[in-house]
């Protein structure tokens, strides 16, 4: 049934802390806010909203530049129809103050969480041993949007021959010790270098020993399905657990993904046929996915992975039916 603003409260009625988020995107007319749900003292309330597990920390995304309001939504939702944690996602309308301000997506916001990105807790004084080696998110990003919050410049160069900056996201920086950012870095570093050395497809000292294949595998796949011009480059997560855990660096989770699908008018976007990862923006892409190309063994991997899904969740008509039902669902609002 629809929902009216006159309507008692039906969900969660409490106090909140709300702020503009966003990069670009704040210059548009429709902002993206982040919300956190707080106590009556400010503090953490873990809560479910829409029937989203239960957390704190929340993202009103505003989906301005995409007209239809559904490539995010779509890309999550394909996420998790390939069995990876990708952020649950649910329409809806937003007033603020008395303002109507249109359709937004309640999202999850990218968090270690035992129901989002579901690695181990790092803790201040995990300096040694196997507790030193996880929880980690890190992300490709422009060093700007990091702020305060630290990172460091890849060894290798990007297509282009600039360099990729990748933040640390958790833990924060500034909770980090040195150990700690050491650690992370020294090990995306170790894989950079496996993977750019001689013996890279050796599944022993190579790229392999690092990484979670098949996270780089789906990760690649709907970066070139949707053709998104700022795949490979920026907002890309990568999240390491401990080694006790399995340990290795793990593609994800998808996001940001509204440039995608044909909806820019630079770096090629507009041109579906083709591929991102060295072609449009591709010179500010890291090396890495056009050099496990080079693994006769990833490609046969990547070949299978592909003709799995087109065969299931990613067949065209599986595709349009979602995109219709989301269009009807969408279409009084």
């Given amino acids: 049934s629809i929902n009216s603003i006159s309507d008692p409260f039906n969900d969660y009625n409490g106090k909140i802390s709300i702020e503009y ?10 902002k993206s806010y982040g919300l956190e749900t707080q106590d009556i003292n400010g503090g953490n309330n873990n809560v479910s909203i829409l029937d989203l597990p239960v957390e704190n920390d929340w993202i009103l995304y505003a989906p301005y530049s995409d007209k239809s309001l559904m490539r995010n939504f779509l ?5 998790r129809k390939m069995g990876n944690y990708s952020p649950r996602t649910v329409y809806c309308e937003l007033v603020i103050d008395g303002s109507y301000r249109g359709i937004y997506i309640l999202t999850e916001k990218v968090k270690r969480d035992n129901d989002r990105v579901d690695i181990a807790k790092l803790d201040i004084d995990d300096l040694a041993g196997d507790s030193l080696t996880g929880g980690y998110i890190v992300k490709i990003d422009r060093s700007a949007a990091a702020g305060s919050g630290g ?9 282009g021959g600039n360099q990729s900056d ?20 020294y090990y995306v570093d170790s894989f950079e270098y496996a993977l750019n050395g001689p013996n890279f497809a050796d599944t022993s000292i190579g790229y392999a020993k690092y990484i979670d294949v098949n996270s780089f595998i789906d990760f690649y ?8 011009i700022d795949g490979y480059r920026l907002s890309t997560y990568m999240y390491k657990d401990k080694q006790s855990n399995g340990g290795k660096l793990t ?9 995608a699908f044909g909806n820019a008018n630079y770096c090629d976007g507009g041109i579906t046929s083709g591929w991102e990862v060295n072609g449009g923006c591709g010179g500010d892409n890291p090396f890495w996915f056009e050099r496990l190309l080079d693994d006769t063994t990833y490609q046969n991997k990547l070949k299978c992975r ?8 990613f067949h065209q008509d599986s595709l349009f039916n ?12």
């Fill in 21 to 30: 988020r966003g990069s670009s995107s704040l210059s548009f007319p429709k």
């Fill in 166 to 185: 990748i933040q640390y996201y958790y833990p924060e920086y500034n909770n980090m010790l040195p150990q700690q950012r050491d650690y992370i870095q």
């Fill in 151 to 159: 990172y460091w410049t890849s060894v290798f160069s990007t297509f």
């Fill in 75 to 79: 890309t999550y939702n394909l996420g």
């Fill in 251 to 259: 593609m994800g989770p998808f996001w940001d993904f509204n440039l």
């Fill in 306 to 313: 592909w003709e799995y899904l087109r065969e299931r969740s």
């Fill in 322 to 333: 979602f995109i219709d039902s989301v269009a009807l669902y969408l279409d009084d609002a």
């Fill in 221 to 228: 796949i709907i970066n070139e399905l949707s053709k998104n």
